[in-house]
């Protein structure tokens, strides 16, 4: 049973009634929230964030702070109310805004809003795996930068997370790889309250999850009470987890939902405020004053002060620790300040291969590789792999040849396995550490099965590089299946994203290069198997436009042809057959929409002609390309197996069909006027 007033409450009692009394209050204030899973993990939260995190508020960015994930977002007054009583810069009155615009309290975690948030989460399971990512990346700096006799990363990521999270696949991809790597210092307690928003658990879940997590390789336990005020018992589960160095640990913590409300134990207390009767009740149960609402007595606030203080106390030792590290390892020093800051090493770009049209000719995917070879060896904290594709999409390359394991940390190599959505919720967890740039890679196809962390990657802001290859109806065979249609078309439809698809050699250089240069936005590089000719009016710099004429006519244009990929080597041809009958027709590379929006109208125009109707290819839906052209070849279907050039002359993709098309288009246009689709009035 809940405490009763009578006798004075144990601090860590009071501790957990207020911060259950709070997070009742915050979701109370603005009609809308999550209790239930707050007023169920108060214990853990108590437990964590008083005996066993280390951490600073005065600085949120610490470099060796323990990393904390709360998996089950919508649970985020809870965090919001640690963060406070921890002396993060989150106030009293930032509580009381929950959920309104532009608060810093916002309905589920976001890192950009709110300092002391590592990851954003809501999305169900993305949170325990960007977990995964927190401790690869741990683990792998500690291999890369610790000494035998000095320790300079040495730091847990802890989680708490819900039924929910763990009945998303993308928890079960990246919880396999986790025990797989042995991930000693990654600790999950997993909030088993047996309730969903449909009811009870038992209505879809019935598995047993501490069975399934030992069979992925993780140390597990079960604390059978956690909704007492007694927090020993989840003390000691939590500290023989970090004992266990071998094996990631899953703690099973039974709570009750809304433990002390009237509806306890019920999807009731789940996604609705309690009321403010039933509020006054669970106070008084508490033992705190029903009347007042915020409230935080001294004593709780005097005891998080010391925490506070014992924190700064911790990182200024860890300072001191570092300027030895320096004074023994300069070098090293300085890298991991640099890396940590998120600045890349000066010169980086200026080891980009080149490429002329006299070189032979490949698939943009194996220009990749010679580029990603150059940026492994000019940027160390690169590191990344393959969700089991890497002789397809050639991203093993010379620099990293050792794999990121157990065995050897300090590997820059990652075996994903087939778990497209657990890489991409890893990668996000990599970039959030900081100290290392994420690449990942799969066929673009497979784009649909990593969507929900990618969708994370934008919002959040981590500079994942997406390396998709793959691209397009040209890699053949395989078929319809593994061809995408709509994918390029999704991903540009993504605040925050860059799709790039080259065309050659050079504009894959100036993809990466381009990718690298916005330390704020992920990006897709959408890479062929068929082979690309290096064009003449190609450059890597020319990239940073989003599009630009990679080949003009000697009087004004009479149509203009923009492409993409592979696609602009068949504009250029179209466009000396055009020549060959008459017709002035500029070509334009364009491999990124999102980068060309940046430019201003001058340059806009400079590129697509007023009143110059504009054809575009691309061997994928036309999507989007209405903005820019007046007429499209696309695809409309999907696409079929055979192989990829004749796929290609079968679907249209030729210079006879672009010359043709082209000279309709200006047929149609002739007596008409032609909009300038670069203006817009707003």
């Known amino acids: 049973m809940p405490p009763s007033k009578k006798g004075k409450m144990h601090i860590d009692t009071k501790c957990i009634n207020t911060i259950r009394c709070l997070a009742a209050d915050t979701v109370q204030k603005a009609n809308s929230g999550h209790p239930g899973a707050p007023i169920g993990c108060a214990p853990m939260a108590q437990t964590l964030w008083s005996q066993v995190m280390n951490y600073n508020p005065a600085n949120p960015k610490w470099a060796n702070r323990d990393r904390f994930v709360l998996s089950n977002g919508h649970a985020c007054s809870l965090q919001y109310v640690m963060l406070h009583l921890a002396g993060y810069d989150l106030t009293m009155d930032d509580l009381q805004q929950f959920r309104q615009l532009d608060s810093r309290t916002p309905g589920h975690p976001e890192n950009h809003v709110t300092a002391g948030i590592e990851v954003a989460t809501g999305p169900l399971g993305q949170g325990i795996s960007n977990a995964v990512g927190l401790a690869i990346a741990e683990q792998h700096l500690a291999g890369v930068y610790n000494k035998p006799e000095m320790t300079v990363v040495d730091h847990f990521t802890y989680v708490i997370c819900g039924d929910g999270c763990l009945q998303e696949g993308v928890s079960g991809e990246a919880s396999s790889l986790a025990g797989h790597l042995k991930l000693g210092k990654l600790i ?86 309690l009321g403010a009767d039933d509020i006054k ?170 969507l929900g962390a990618m969708r994370l990657s934008a919002l959040s802001g981590w500079p994942v590089i997406y390396i998709y290859t793959h691209d397009s109806i040209g890699l053949g065979e395989d078929g319809p299946t593994h061809q995408p249609i709509e994918t390029l078309a999704h991903i540009r439809a993504l605040p925050n994203f860059h799709m790039f698809r080259p065309a050659d050699g050079n504009e894959t250089a100036g993809a990466y290069k ?101 054809l575009s290819v691309e061997a994928a839906c036309t999507v989007g390309w209405q903005k820019y052209s007046h007429g499209q070849i696309g695809m409309s279907t999907f696409g079929k197996s055979a192989p990829g050039g004749q796929l290609m002359e079968h679907f249209g993709f030729t210079a006879d069909n672009v010359a043709d098309k082209a000279q309709k288009l200006v047929a149609f246009y002739k007596d008409k006027a032609c909009p300038a689709l670069t203006e817009q009035p707003f």
């Not at 597990?220 to 990631?248: H, R, W, Y």
């Not at 690169?382 to 157990?406: C, F, H, M, Q, R």
């Open 514 to 614: 381009a990718a690298l240069s916005h330390p704020s936005t992920p990006a897709v590089l959408a890479l062929s198997r068929q082979s690309c000719a290096n064009l003449p009016g190609s450059t890597a710099d020319s990239v940073a436009k989003g599009a630009y004429v990679i080949q003009d006519c000697e009087a004004d244009a009479n149509v203009i042809i923009v492409a993409s990929g592979s696609e602009v080597s068949t504009a250029i041809a179209g466009a000396d057959k055009l020549k060959a009958a008459g017709v002035n027709a500029r070509v334009v590379s364009f491999p990124c929409w999102e980068l060309f929006e940046e430019q201003d109208l001058a340059y806009k125009q400079s590129v697509f002609t007023p009143g110059t109707p504009v």
């Open 281 to 450: 009740q669970l106070k008084e149960k508490f033992g705190m004053d029903p009347e007042k609402q915020f409230f935080v007595d001294d004593e709780v606030r005097e005891f998080y002060a010391g925490l506070k203080e014992a924190g700064a106390a911790k990182e200024a030792e860890w300072n001191a620790t570092f300027e030895k590290y320096a004074a023994a390892f300069p070098e090293l020093a300085a890298q991991f300040t640099r890396t940590a800051s998120g600045a890349l090493p000066d010169g980086w770009a200026d080891s980009l291969p080149t490429f002329t049209p006299e070189d032979k000719a490949e698939g943009t995917r194996k220009y990749s590789q010679k580029v990603l070879s150059s940026l492994v060896d000019s940027i160390p904290e690169l590191i990344g792999g393959s969700a089991d594709l890497t002789p397809s999409n050639n991203t093993k390359v010379k620099g990293n040849e050792v794999d990121y394991s157990p065995a050897t940390p300090e590997g820059r190599y990652i075996r994903f396995g087939v778990r497209e959505h657990g890489m991409a919720a890893i990668c996000n967890g990599l970039a959030a550490h900081g100290g290392v740039l994420p690449f990942c890679a799969t066929f673009l196809t497979f784009t649909g099965y990593a």
């Open 188 to 273: 999950v307690l997993y909030d088993d309250n047996q309730i969903t928003i449909d009811g009870a658990t038992e209505l879809s879940f019935g598995e047993d999850v501490i069975k399934r997590y030992e069979a992925y390789g993780w140390h597990t336990q079960t604390v059978a009470d956690g909704d007492t005020g007694d927090i020993s018992e989840l003390l000691a589960a939590v500290e023989a987890a970090k004992a266990v160095t071998d094996k990631p640990s899953m703690i099973k913590v039974n709570t009750t939902i809304g433990y002390g409300s009237l509806k306890q134990g019920t999807e009731k207390v789940h996604g609705s405020p």
